[in-house]
């Protein structure tokens, strides 16, 4: 066997087929789970990958190589992960109203964006500062008894870089300066000579 190979690899290839172990909430697995096992159904046909849930919360996942296996643990700890206060999430827009937008900032939870908190400038209207589809930093503001999740766009604004929920630094999303605000031109008087003007 030495003639073959030496000594034993220090990681697999990979394109190896391998298994993964991790552990999650008990009172989550059912988000993993689904209505009727829709949602585990849906990441073993996304991903090619075995999924077995424990009662304890143990979820074991086999996949035919490195990426789809991390691609799966990634999507079972993003159904169990829980919204944290004053985080930065990366979220999609999936809903416009009239007083603010729908988030989506984990996969099956979203929160609100109030329209005073979606810029650092006065909003008119939602839809002149975003739309449908679009991704945008927020930060986790409030959670009320309801456990409905608070957004702030406006307090995402603050600092050069934040973490996103997947742990990836992401620069400062631009801001978008309002209409209203032009260059005031100077309509002073000028002053004698050598003088500034009033």
Do not use: C
């Amino acid at each position: 066997m030495s003639k073959v190979i030496a000594a034993s690899r220090p990681q697999l290839s990979p394109h190896a087929p391998r298994m993964y172990k991790m552990h999650i909430n008990p009172a989550k697995i059912g988000a993993v789970i689904g209505p009727g096992g829709k949602t585990i159904r849906a990441i073993i046909d996304e991903y090619k990958v075995t999924v077995d849930v424990e009662d304890d919360g143990s979820v074991v996942i086999g996949a035919a190589s490195e990426e789809s296996a991390q691609k799966a643990m990634a999507r079972v700890e993003g159904l169990t992960e829980e919204v944290q206060l004053g985080k930065i999430y990366t979220g999609k827009v999936i809903r416009l109203l009239k007083y603010g937008v729908l988030v989506e900032i984990l996969p099956g939870k979203d929160g609100m964006v109030h329209i005073t908190e979606l810029a650092d400038h006065p909003v008119d209207s939602v839809e002149n500062e975003v739309k449908i589809g679009d991704q945008i930093m927020v930060k986790a503001i409030e959670i009320d008894r309801l456990g409905r999740i608070n957004l702030s766009r406006r307090a995402a604004f603050d600092g050069s870089s934040q973490t996103s929920e997947a742990g990836r630094t992401l620069p400062q999303e631009p801001r978008r300066p309002h209409p209203s605000e032009r260059p005031v031109p100077f309509r002073g008087r000028p002053g004698p000579p050598g003088k500034p003007g009033s």
